[in-house]
T-cell receptor, first 111, second 118 residues
Framework: ETGVTQTPRHLVMGMTNKKSLKCEQH?????MYWYKQSAKKPLELMFVYSLEERVENNSVPSRFSPECPNSSHLFLHLHTLQPEDSALYLC??????????FGPGTRLTVL | DQQVKQNSPSLSVQEGRISILNCDYT??????FLWYKKYPAEGPTFLIS?????DKNEDGRFTVFLNKSAKHLSLHIVPSQPGDSAVYFC?????????????????FGKGTLLTVNP
């Protein structure tokens, strides 16, 4: 695997489900990010981790819970989501605060 | 309030011609600008960047121009190819400094869908 990978690529879940999104970067970077892209809106930064410590939590509802166990892996745990949370969730990584490299995204649908 | 604006949601160009994608910003603290390209079912890929100390940066067929006084940048693709058809995002941040402040924050525009017709 190269670059930034994300699994699953597509996810459909009910509002009472609990699921997790996974991101892995193979670039040796030390910072990782979660973004949300809703239809017809710009990418919105959700969380930032640097050296496995959370640097930013951009006023994201608590039903989204990030986890960064090491510098290569990033998770986004989801529980009791709402239909308006349906979006493309993108993971990115960078070395220090340099150019960010993105994964392919997880297309999430909340029923 | 959108700090980075791409006012054209779409652009259609003939193969071989020039594509010009525009981006305006309102935050005078922005000092570093990037263009990303996104194909369907893929994440955005970095294309080219420019810092405020320059007014032009060129990489092959891609050139980015920055007019800081007008808070405007543009991406020129010459010659355009059908494979360039994608959504192009403009993004801005304070100049990235190693280990410094809030320089990781990228503010994105909504994107412009470029279609290059054969």
């Amino acid at each position: 695997e190269t670059g930034v990978t994300q699994t699953p690529r597509h996810l459909v879940m009910g509002m009472t489900n609990k699921k997790s999104l996974k991101c892995e970067q193979h670039l040796g970077h030390n910072a990782m990010y979660w973004y949300k892209q809703s239809a017809k809106k710009p990418l919105e930064l959700m969380f930032v981790y640097s050296l496995e410590e959370r640097v930013e939590n951009n006023s994201v509802p608590s039903r989204f819970s990030p986890e960064c166990p090491n510098s290569s892996h990033l998770f986004l745990h989801l529980h009791t989501l709402q239909p308006e949370d349906s979006a493309l969730y993108l993971c990115a990584s960078s070395q220090d605060w340099g150019v960010q490299f993105f994964g392919p995204g997880t297309r999430l649908t909340v029923l | 309030d959108q700090q980075v604006k791409q006012n054209s949601p779409s652009l259609s160009v003939q193969e071989g011609r020039i594509s010009i994608l525009n981006c305006d910003y309102t935050n005078s603290m922005f000092d570093y600008f990037l263009w990303y390209k996104k194909y369907p079912a893929e994440g955005p890929t970095f294309l080219i960047s420019i810092s405020s100390i320059k007014d032009k940066n060129e990489d092959g067929r891609f050139t980015v121009f920055l007019n800081k006084s007008a808070k405007h940048l543009s991406l020129h693709i010459v010659p355009s190819q059908p494979g360039d058809s994608a959504v192009y995002f403009c993004a801005a941040s304070e100049f990235p400094l190693v280990g410094g402040g809030s320089n990781y924050k990228l503010t994105f525009g909504k994107g412009t869908l470029l279609t290059v017709n054969p």
